[in-house]
């Protein structure tokens, strides 16, 4: 009985270590979701940026390897393209609501799109985790998809389109993606948490709060905001975050990458600010013991991103939305800052008026589902 209640013991302290020492004040959380939590987005589209929009319904798989390409086992999709399907089913429904004609649109996201990702729950998509040398991290993978079900979630909640059951199917797969997501769980290889990089803690930290926030579920909550803070404590007064152009990783991947990776693991702390401001946390700018905050590591991004010096030699597709992770996320900045007075702003505008967001990765058709058109 005592090896029992000391291997108890044990799995609750392993499988809990963030929670141990958290001193963060999660009131303001805690009453909100008591209450009626507001929409993450309006979701009233515009005819501008709600169109070509793609219902994905490709049968995909339960195999999660987060390999580099495209597709995967028997020629199914993998988990990264999965992710966009979300915004794209979201912006299709707007363009049927907005334009009469085209009104089939919304029959086919209720009739067709909802029933296949009720059937990619049931089948538990992506819910086996096997990493592949040379490939990227699946638990990012997971997150990403995390992030793109939150806000389909809050769409279809602040709609009222569900059926009976569909909601709680669909939940109770994003939390077996939640919970594989997580280094130390044993489909990662035996990873620890710890071995996370930058853009994977983010990541997490975007997805965990997200999920927390439309299923009001306090404890997933919670463990997306402490790997906010482990990354907002590292900003600097100056907004100098270098996590990957100077920092530590640089270089670790390939040189060109490095504004790559800052790019959107700062794009990423914002989704999350976001998520945390809504909820009455301030987590945009307030500044951290050092003096730095998120607002000031933005400012500084787009200096770096806007410097013909600090672009030489470095991978600028993202910075145009013209890869996976490109500047989408900015949407979001815009709501947190509306004076629009950083340079990436105006890039954002600019290639998102030219490209659209339809490859992006994460929150693509922003501008569709935020009707953001000034």
Not at 56 to 62: A, C, G
Request: glycine share 8%.
């Amino acid at each position: 009985m005592n090896l029992i209640f000391k291997l108890l013991i044990f799995l609750i302290i392993s499988t809990n270590v963030y929670a141990f020492g958290d001193k963060n004040d999660y009131t303001s959380v805690k009453k909100a979701f008591e209450t009626e939590t507001p929409p993450l987005f309006d979701y009233i589209g515009n005819k501008k940026f709600c169109k070509r929009a793609t219902l994905y319904t490709i049968p995909y798989t339960k195999l999660n390897t987060g390999a580099t390409s495209m597709v995967g086992e028997s020629g199914k999709l993998k988990a990264h393209f999965f992710a966009i399907s979300f915004g794209h089913a979201i912006a299709s429904y707007l363009e049927g609501e907005l334009n009469p004609d085209l009104s089939y649109k919304k029959e086919e996201f209720i009739n067709k799109f909802i029933p296949y990702l009720v059937k990619a729950a049931d089948d538990k998509y992506f819910t086996i985790n096997k990493w592949t040398k040379g490939g990227s991290s699946v638990a990012y993978a997971q997150t990403m998809i995390l992030i793109n079900l939150s806000i389909l979630m809050d769409f279809m909640d602040n709609k009222n389109l569900w059926k009976d059951g569909q909601r709680v199917k669909i939940v109770k797969w994003g939390n077996i993606l939640y919970k594989k997501s997580h280094y130390g769980h044993s489909s990662n290889g035996g990873r620890k948490q710890s071995d996370r990089w930058p853009d994977t803690v983010s990541k997490a930290a975007a997805a965990y709060m997200l999920w927390g926030y439309v299923n009001k579920d306090l404890k997933i909550f919670k463990d997306g905001f402490r790997d906010l803070m482990k990354e907002y404590n590292k900003i600097p007064a100056d907004g100098k975050y270098h996590q990957h152009y100077k920092g530590k990783y640089a270089g670790e991947i390939k040189d060109s990458w490095d504004l790559f990776l800052e790019n959107k693991t700062l794009g990423d702390l914002v989704i999350a600010s976001y998520v945390g401001e809504l909820v009455g946390m301030k987590t945009f700018n307030k500044t951290n013991k050092k003096g730095g905050n998120i607002k000031k590591a933005i400012d500084y991004l787009g200096k770096i991103s806007t410097d013909p010096e600090t672009l030489k030699g470095q991978d600028e597709k993202h910075l145009k939305n013209l890869t996976a992770d490109g500047n989408s996320w900015m949407t979001i900045y815009r709501k947190l800052d509306p004076d629009d007075k950083n340079p990436l702003v105006d890039l954002h505008l600019k290639t998102s008026e030219e490209k659209g967001y339809g490859f992006s990765q994460i929150l693509n058709y922003s501008r569709c589902i935020n009707n953001e058109i000034n």
